[in-house]
T-cell receptor, first 112, second 114 residues
């Protein structure tokens, strides 16, 4: 069963701690993306990767880091430098930059 | 910078009526316009998309129209059902040197009243 998985669904952390969100896809897609969604707002791009071992900053990359060591995986680390980390984080993938993006179920991160 | 506006922000319709959501985009080079449906607590699901060389596309009860001159595109849902209740996002993909950036609208919360 092909798709995008994100884990965990809910994540709680104390302020000042780094946290890593998982994103895995078995669609054989080259491109992967991380978005942030805040209540009542659209999706904002954090980072994207068009190919293994390469990634680029999106519109709101400050306080976040990523890696793309495998085609299937694109983990996102929310660092202590991110001033407002509490949000719903969505991972997406596409065959390549010219194709539609498919989204995972999301991870809701709460930092207190 | 590039922008996608979406109206209305909330929409309530009676079951069986039609619903229309409208979007405008600023980047005249945009060539791809997807629509996503997001149910509470879930990721967005692609429901229909249209490319710039097409003016209209239908898929059962859902249709999308595109007016490139006016930089408008719209989602039309006919014979609405309670399960159509969700947040709908429009998006436009522009052309950049290294990445065809997808800009999302702020979303429309659709409620279908039984």
């Amino acid at each position: 069963d092909g798709g995008i998985t994100q884990s965990p669904k809910y994540l709680f952390r104390k302020e000042g701690q780094n946290v890593t969100l998982s994103c895995e896809q078995n669609l054989n897609h080259d491109a992967m993306y991380w978005y942030r969604q805040d209540p009542g707002q659209g999706l904002r791009l954090i980072y994207y990767s068009q190919i293994v071992n390469d990634f680029q900053k999106g519109d709101i990359a400050e306080g976040y880091s990523v890696s793309r060591e495998k085609k299937e995986s694109f983990p996102l680390t929310v660092t202590s430098a991110q001033k407002n980390p509490t949000a719903f984080y969505l991972c997406a993938s596409s065959r390549d930059r010219n194709y539609e993006q498919y989204f995972g179920p999301g991870t809701r991160l709460t930092v207190t | 910078g590039e922008n996608v506006e979406q109206h209305p922000s909330t929409l309530s319709v009676q079951e069986g009526d039609s619903a229309v959501i409208k979007c405008t985009y600023s980047d005249s080079a945009s060539n791809y316009f997807p629509w996503y449906k997001q149910e509470l607590g879930k990721g967005p699901q692609l429901i229909i998309d249209i490319r710039s060389n097409v003016g209209e596309k239908k898929d059962q009860r859902i249709a999308v129209t595109l007016n490139k001159t006016a930089k408008h595109f719209s989602l039309h849902i006919t014979e609405t059902q309670p399960e159509d209740s969700a947040v709908y996002f429009c998006a436009a993909r522009g052309l950049k040197t290294s990445y065809d950036k997808v800009i999302f609208g702020p979303g429309t919360s659709l409620s279908v009243i039984p």
